[in-house]
Every structure is written in C-alpha cells, then in structure tokens.
C-alpha cells in the first residue's frame, strides 16, 4: 500500500480516538454536566446560567486543553531528547529542568514558612515565576555545558548529576520546613491538571504550537541525526547549533508544563515509543505531529481515570499515567525490540 | 587517470598539537581507490575526520574540483565529500530506501521534498546496486554487509566527487571484505569518483587499491601498492 495513505489512515485513526477521548473528558468530573450544555456553552446557543458556565469553562475545559497541552508538549520534548541523545531511555526529564522547576517551587512553597507568617497562601502566579526562574536557570548551566562539551554523553551526565543535586537540596528544605508546607509541597510534585484557570490554559495553547512548529522545521536534521553524529557533521549540519535550539525548545515546553501542572512523568518516555510502534518509522516529520497527538490522547486518558477510578475525588494523575502506562510500554519494548530509536 | 578532484595542499591535521610533523601536500584523481593506512593512534581518524570537517584542520587547505573546503558553507561541502561510517545504527526504524534517500538531502529543502529527478537518482542507485528486494526492507531486518552496501549506495547517491569510508571492512566476514572492495572498485572507476578508505586488512586492500596514504612516523604520504609492500613498512613493526 501506498506509504503515505497508510500514514494519512492512521494519523485519522488516532485524531478520531483523541476527539472521543476529548467528548469523555469533558464529561467526567464531580458534577454531572450533560455533554448538550457543554456544547451549548463552547458555541453560545443556550441560556445556561453564570456559574453553570463559570463551571464548565474554569473546570472542565480549562482541564481538557491543559490536559491535550501538556501532553503534546512532553511528548514531542521527550521524542526530541530521544533522539539528541539517541537513547531511547531519554525523556524531557533528563537535563534535570524540571528539577530546576522544582526547586523554584520548593524554595516559594517550603521557604514561604520561614519568610511569611504561617497563615499566608502562596499564590499560584509566585508558583509559576519560581518553576519559570528555577527551570531557566538549569538551562542556562546545561547550555554552558554544551557549548564547551562535544560528547552528548557529558551533557547527559551533567544533567542527571544536577537533577541529584537539586533534588537533594529541595530534601534539605522539606527536612527544615513545617509539615503543612512539605504536603503542599509533595501534592504539587504528584501532578495536577485542575489547577489550571481557563486563562492559563488558553496561554499554553500558542506556547505548545509555536515552539512545537519551530521544532518541526528541524526535523530533517533530526532525521540524520539519527544516523549518527560524525555522520550528520559530514552532511553539513552544526550538531551544537541543533542541540541549543532542542535543548531550549524541550525546555519551555517542560517548564511551560511543569510550571502549570507539576512534573507530569512517564509521558514524554513513553509517547514516543508509541508513536514509533504505530507509525513504525522515525522519521520526525511523521513522528512530531503523531506524538503530539498521541501525547494529548495518553493525558486524556490518564486525566479520565484518574477523575473515574475513585469517586471521593481525583486521584494524582502522575501515579495513575505511571500505573497505566508502564505496562503497556512494557509490551511495545518487547514486541519491537529490535528497533527502539 | 581521471582529472584531479581532490587536492591537499600544506595540511596539518591533530586535536592542539598537529599529528605530523610535515605538513601533508597530497592530490587524487577521479577514479582512485585509495587505502589509508596507519597504525593505531597515528592519526588516521584525525585525518578522515579533517577531510569530512567535524575538526578544523591546523593548518593548510583542502580543495575538491578546485573549490576550497575552508571558503564554503557546510551543507554546501556535503556535495563535494560525502562519508560512509564504519557501522549504521542497526536500531532505526526505518528502510532502506529511506536511508539511501538521505544522500539527496544536501539538495532538498527544510522539508526534505525530493523532486522527481531526485527520485529518479535513488531508484537508478538502487538498481545499481541490487539492492531492489530489500529496498522496503527495514535496517533491523538486514545483515551488516547490506547495511553497509546501502550506506555506499546512499553516498554514491549525494552524488559527490570523493567519498571516504571509515573501516568499512571492519563488520564483514572474509568473503564480504573482499567483495565488497572488488565492488567498490569496480564503482570508483565506472562512476570516476574518488574513494578514500581507511582499512586495517592491509593484505586484501594491497590487492584492490590503486595507491595507498600511509600514515607513519608523523608523516603522510602517497605510495603505489609496490612501494607499499616492498617498502619495509610491514617488515618493520614484526
């Protein structure tokens, strides 16, 4: 069959299951809302009331696009880190960024103690400049680091290596800080895609396009990066060049993400490999758009049971996509063994 | 004897302190088949990789049909010099023609569009090369000797005047080895390119190159087959 039918085939099976996954998300949640009055408030034909539709926009479309956002952006952070690295075990994770988020959220929530009185909140804007600063700042080391270092295996290790350290400065800070803060704390580190305002989610959309489309431009280079780095060099590229634009293209998708959301895991390791088992080649042109929408269709699911599985609330969505997932990568690995990157 | 398509002039090749002590001034023509030779840590991977640009050389100027290599855009040096490396990454997931189609990326756009001439130059290669069975074949599912003939068929396929090979013998059997040199021969000649290929089997490369680099005692320098073997080199590291 002719390759490009078959890719158009599979690319509208899976834009189909991510639109029934969509119509599934909306409808999940605490309330009852019929799918009718969610239709009617995105295309203004009822009369529902204001908190009806302050309900509906703040919580469940707020949640559907961060959801559909966050796992574009990790997917396609994940495939590009993959293969920068060539190591099919590399995910957005790896340069220690959302560490670096970490530890600007650690330092505004466990600090917050030691600055403010205790019965100040810490407002969810000083969240997001924290995890923007601490993120930042691991780019910057990572940057430096990779401008000097020729072996991508140094930048790997760097990064590892300053994902240990902040790490255990942020254990240092929990062991110091009071209790109320270390649960907000740890609560913000098991993910969350409710915490989002309509308003922020809608800012994430562009973030995600833009970034991922300039991504996509470097997909030819990407492609004979694969094939080798003394390879891609004598077919004229600049490999540095194309690791400063990844590297700082992964990091404001993972800290635009992490910012919003916390350390969403699991995601950006594994909608690669699904991406490749379904579309079975690796070429980045085929695998950029399918990861970003498979990435969207693996959170969705995620985001569903994790509303789903227990009634008296939503359980952390990191846990429920980890318990999902691992499994079913499990099974790809070792169906395509052969064939990883 | 072909036109002279690669030439070397005043080089000096190493990482901070050069590899050779005299400055390298060498020339090749189209249809040489050239066997670099060195022992271990001399420098033979300094030097392919000086010739395919991943180091600056130290010194000195490469120049392929007149055009020096040091004056030109990297992508535009990628239709002058193409390189073969010693082993494909076996784990891709993708086919052989794909991977032969990446020769004409010096040529295509940021979206990797192939015109219908390029296409037409893939196809030609691949039946050239007989290589029409496993065209839709992914890399996982072929030998090493495929493998590696696909890569040769992707370079010839960049259509450039030189094209070096690092170690390409260095992943085959006896038999494979010398096949595969025999057919490389046989296209330098056919299609006039200049192939320049580093290999440790000195005793099966004597037998099919046209002239041999040999790299020894910091020095570089182009000597026939003859010179080679009666030269004292091979008696003199027993």
Same mark, same amino acid.
Not at chain 2, 166 to 188: C, G, M, N, V
């Given at each position: 069959?002719?390759?490009?039918?078959?890719?158009?085939?599979?690319?509208?099976? *899976?834009?189909?299951?991510?639109?029934?996954?969509?119509?599934?998300?909306?409808?999940?949640?605490?309330?009852?809302?019929?799918?009718?009055?969610?239709?009617?408030?995105?295309?203004?034909?009822?009369?529902?009331?204001?908190?009806?539709?302050?309900?509906?926009?703040?919580?469940?479309?707020?949640?559907?696009?961060?959801?559909?956002?966050?796992?574009?952006?990790?997917?396609?952070?994940?495939?590009?880190?993959?293969?920068?690295?060539?190591?099919?075990?590399?995910?957005?994770?790896?340069?220690?960024?959302?560490?670096?988020?970490?530890?600007?959220?650690?330092?505004?929530?466990?600090?917050?103690?030691?600055?403010?009185?205790?019965?100040?909140?810490?407002?969810?804007?000083?969240?997001?400049?924290?995890?923007?600063?601490?993120?930042?700042?691991?780019?910057?080391?990572?940057?430096?680091?990779?401008?000097?270092?020729?072996?991508?295996?140094?930048?790997?290790?760097?990064?590892?290596?300053?994902?240990?350290?902040?790490?255990?400065?942020?254990?240092?800070?929990?062991?110091?800080?009071?209790?109320?803060?270390?649960?907000?704390?740890?609560?913000?580190?098991?993910?969350?895609?409710?915490?989002?305002?309509?308003?922020?989610?809608?800012?994430?959309?562009?973030?995600?396009?833009?970034?991922?489309?300039?991504?996509?431009?470097?997909?030819?280079?990407?492609?004979?990066?694969?094939?080798?780095?003394?390879?891609?060099?004598?077919?004229?590229?600049?490999?540095?060049?194309?690791?400063?634009?990844?590297?700082?293209? @992964?990091?404001?998708?993972?800290?635009?993400?992490?910012?919003?959301?916390?350390?969403?895991?699991?995601?950006?390791?594994?909608?690669?490999?699904?991406?490749?088992?379904?579309?079975?080649?690796?070429?980045?042109?085929?695998?950029?758009?399918?990861?970003?929408?498979?990435?969207?269709?693996?959170?969705?699911?995620?985001?569903?049971?994790?509303?789903?599985?227990?009634?008296?609330?939503?359980?952390?969505?990191?846990?429920?996509?980890?318990?999902?997932?691992?499994?079913? *990568?499990?099974?790809? @690995?070792?169906?395509?063994?052969?064939?990883?990157? | 004897?072909?036109?002279? @398509?690669?030439?070397?002039?005043?080089?000096?090749?190493?990482?901070?302190?050069?590899?050779?002590?005299?400055?390298?001034?060498?020339?090749?023509?189209?249809?040489?088949?050239?066997?670099?030779?060195?022992?271990?840590?001399?420098?033979?991977?300094?030097?392919?990789?000086?010739?395919?640009?991943?180091?600056?050389?130290?010194?000195?100027?490469?120049?392929?049909?007149?055009?020096?290599?040091?004056?030109?855009?990297?992508?535009?040096?990628?239709?002058?010099?193409?390189?073969?490396?010693?082993?494909?990454?076996?784990?891709?997931?993708?086919?052989?023609?794909?991977?032969?189609?990446?020769?004409?990326?010096?040529?295509?756009?940021?979206?990797?569009?192939?015109?219908?001439?390029?296409?037409?130059?893939?196809?030609?290669?691949?039946?050239?090369?007989?290589?029409?069975?496993?065209?839709?074949?992914?890399?996982?599912?072929?030998?090493?000797?495929?493998?590696?003939?696909?890569?040769?068929?992707?370079?010839?396929?960049?259509?450039?005047?030189?094209?070096?090979?690092?170690?390409?013998?260095?992943?085959?059997?006896?038999?494979?080895?010398?096949?595969?040199?025999?057919?490389?021969?046989?296209?330098?000649?056919?299609?006039?390119?200049?192939?320049?290929?580093?290999?440790?089997?000195?005793?099966?490369?004597?037998?099919?190159?046209?002239?041999?680099?040999?790299?020894?005692?910091?020095?570089?320098?182009?000597?026939?087959?003859?010179?080679?073997?009666?030269?004292?080199?091979?008696?003199?590291?027993?």
């Amino acid at each position: 069959m002719n390759r490009s039918l078959s890719y158009i085939i599979r690319y509208a099976l *899976i834009i189909v299951a991510l639109i029934a996954l969509a119509i599934l998300d909306v409808c999940t949640g605490s309330n009852k809302i019929p799918l009718s009055d969610i239709f009617g408030y995105i295309f203004g034909g009822s009369d529902l009331s204001v908190d009806y539709q302050f309900t509906i926009r703040e919580f469940r479309l707020a949640r559907l696009i961060t959801a559909m956002v966050a796992g574009a952006a990790l997917s396609v952070s994940g495939l590009l880190m993959q293969t920068v690295f060539r190591n099919p075990l590399a995910g957005p994770y790896v340069l220690g960024i959302s560490n670096g988020a970490s530890l600007g959220v650690a330092v505004i929530v466990l600090g917050s103690g030691l600055f403010l009185p205790s019965s100040a909140d810490v407002s969810n804007l000083a969240i997001l400049i924290a995890a923007g600063v601490g993120s930042a700042a691991v780019l910057m080391l990572i940057l430096a680091v990779s401008m000097r270092v020729k072996d991508i295996l140094s930048i790997l290790i760097v990064g590892i290596l300053v994902s240990g350290v902040v790490a255990s400065v942020v254990n240092v800070m929990q062991f110091f800080s009071n209790e109320v803060n270390v649960k907000s704390y740890v609560v913000w580190t098991m993910g969350s895609l409710d915490s989002v305002s309509f308003n922020d989610s809608i800012v994430l959309v562009p973030v995600c396009i833009v970034v991922c489309a300039v991504l996509y431009l470097f997909s030819k280079k990407l492609n004979i990066l694969l094939l080798g780095e003394q390879f891609a060099v004598s077919m004229g590229m600049n490999i540095k060049w194309l690791r400063v634009v990844v590297f700082v293209g @992964v990091s404001a998708l993972t800290g635009a993400v992490t910012a919003f959301c916390g350390p969403l895991g699991f995601i950006g390791l594994a909608v690669p490999h699904i991406s490749r088992w379904i579309f079975n080649t690796s070429n980045h042109f085929v695998l950029i758009p399918a990861s970003m929408i498979l990435g969207a269709a693996f959170l969705l699911c995620g985001d569903i049971l994790s509303h789903c599985l227990y009634s008296q609330g939503v359980l952390p969505i990191n846990a429920v996509i980890s318990i999902l997932g691992a499994p079913f *990568i499990i099974w790809i @690995v070792f169906k395509n063994q052969r064939t990883v990157i | 004897m072909g036109e002279v @398509v690669l030439n070397i002039e005043g080089l000096v090749f190493g990482h901070k302190r050069p590899l050779v002590s005299q400055a390298v001034d060498l020339s090749a023509n189209a249809g040489d088949f050239i066997c670099l030779v060195g022992r271990n840590g001399t420098g033979k991977t300094t030097m392919l990789n000086t010739l395919i640009g991943v180091k600056k050389p130290l010194g000195g100027q490469i120049s392929i049909c007149g055009v020096p290599l040091g004056k030109i855009s990297a992508r535009e040096k990628s239709r002058f010099i193409s390189f073969v490396p010693s082993k494909v990454e076996a784990v891709l997931n993708m086919r052989i023609r794909d991977l032969i189609a990446v020769g004409r990326s010096p040529y295509t756009n940021i979206f990797d569009r192939r015109t219908k001439a390029d296409n037409a130059i893939i196809e030609d290669f691949i039946q050239k090369f007989g290589l029409s069975d496993i065209a839709d074949s992914m890399i996982a599912e072929i030998s090493d000797g495929e493998r590696q003939k696909a890569m040769i068929c992707r370079a010839m396929v960049q259509q450039t005047p030189v094209i070096l090979l690092d170690e390409p013998t260095a992943f085959l059997d006896f038999f494979a080895k010398r096949k595969l040199l025999s057919d490389l021969k046989k296209i330098a000649s056919e299609e006039n390119r200049c192939i320049i290929f580093s290999c440790h089997d000195l005793e099966i490369a004597a037998k099919y190159c046209s002239h041999i680099w040999l790299l020894d005692d910091r020095k570089l320098e182009s000597v026939t087959v003859d010179e080679f073997l009666n030269g004292g080199y091979l008696s003199k590291y027993q």
